[in-house]
Nanobody
């Protein structure tokens, strides 16, 4: 098990930027595939971005491609999501997720593939 704590959310105007962080406990952070998901009111949780254990491969939802960047610092046990050119429709609770992978170095896209979740951080984009 790994404990995940998100930070960096807040209120930002459309077109602005935010950087989310997800701090992980434990000594095996580099063994976890990581992802960011979001959930807006009245909507289902959706995949935003994912990254392999080593950080050498990423994947993004089409809605954020070119605007968001996922990255990780395994030495600091931290996952990041840099969000630029924010839009009103990016408003949601953003949650990081982790899955221990012993052998694969895959990007995991589905919520059901993850078994560790943070509490989430609210991102609100205003006009």
């Amino acid at each position: 098990q790994v404990q995940l704590v998100e930070s960096g959310g807040g209120l930002v105007q459309a077109g602005g930027s935010l950087r989310l962080s997800c701090a992980a406990s434990g000594r095996t952070f580099s063994s976890y595939a990581m992802g960011w998901f979001r959930q807006a009111p009245g909507k289902e949780r959706e995949f935003v971005a994912g990254i392999t254990r080593s950080g050498d491969s990423t994947n993004y939802a089409n809605s954020v491609k070119g605007r968001f960047t996922i990255s990780r610092d395994n030495a600091k046990n931290t996952l990041y999501l840099q969000m630029n050119s924010l839009k009103l429709e990016d408003t949601a609770v953003y949650t990081c997720a982790a899955r221990l992978l012993y052998y694969n170095n895959d990007v995991l896209l589905r919520p059901g593939s993850y078994d560790n979740w943070g509490q989430g951080t609210q991102v609100t984009v205003s006009s």
